[in-house]
């Protein structure tokens, strides 16, 4: 079993930015490829960024790419980060991490995952 456990949402203006981080334990944290979600009422969850057991490959969606970067921290705080600039209005959502052996970074937005956080919500101000 692995734990996930998000922190860093809340409330921001629109153009400011957050830290998104997601604490892991349990398991051998490398051994899992890192993502971050995030779902808004009506909608489907949807695959924001994803990183690599070493982090050596990422993926974005196109929306957030060159805002967003996905990074984590192996070696002491079995963490992974998402540093969200620029945000806007239509980032508001609530974020979730998951975790899983048998995906990829650009893969991972389109299969059933088997670990998952328990969501921070983010809301961005006009």
């Known amino acids: 079993q692995v734990q996930l456990v998000e922190s860093g949402g809340g409330l921001v203006q629109a153009g400011g930015s957050l830290r998104l981080s997601c604490a892991a334990s349990?398991?051998?944290?490398?051994?899992?490829?890192m993502g971050w979600f995030r779902q808004t009422p009506g909608k489907e969850r949807a695959l924001v960024a994803a990183?690599?057991?070493?982090?050596?490959?990422?993926?974005y969606v196109d929306s957030v790419r060159g805002r967003f970067t996905i990074s984590r921290d192996n070696a002491k705080k079995n963490t992974v980060h998402l540093q969200m600039n620029s945000l806007k209005p239509e980032d508001t959502a609530i974020y979730y991490c998951a975790a899983d052996t048998w995906t990829t970074p650009q893969t991972m937005g389109n299969e059933k995952l088997a670990y998952w956080g328990q969501g921070t919500e983010v809301t961005v101000s006009s």
């Open positions: 990183i690599s057991r070493q982090g050596g490959s990422t993926y």
């Open positions: 349990g398991r051998t944290f490398s051994d899992y490829v």
